[in-house]
C-alpha cells in the first residue's frame, strides 16, 4: 500500500545499459531503472577507485561540459526512454559559485 511521500517509478526498460566517462576511462554497467543517481554515483566511484573524500568535489552530468550534475535522488531510468534503455554520463568536478 502507498504512503504519503512513496516515490514510484514506472519503465518499460527493464535495465538501463549506464557508460560513465571519467578522464580517459569507460565504466559501463546496467541497472535497474530505479536505481538512484546517487547509487550510480557510488559504484562509479568504486570502479574508478575514487576515495569518498577525493568523490566529494565530484558529480555525474548529463553532458562532458559538466554544466548541470545530475540530483542524487532522481532515477536513471528518467534519463532514458524505451526503446533506447541506455544513458552516457559523465563524472567531473561540481563547479564552485563564489558569490
Known sequence: KAKDGDHFHFSRCKKVAVTIHYNNGVYSHNFPPATTITNVFKKALK??????????VLSLFLNSACDEPLPGTDHIG?????PTCSVNLYLGKKKNILG
Do not use: Q
Request: hydrophobic letters at 25%; zero cysteines.
Open 78 to 82: 528518467s534519463f532514458t526512454g524505451y
Open 47 to 56: 570502479h574508478f577507485d575514487i576515495t569518498d573524500a577525493d568523490g566529494g
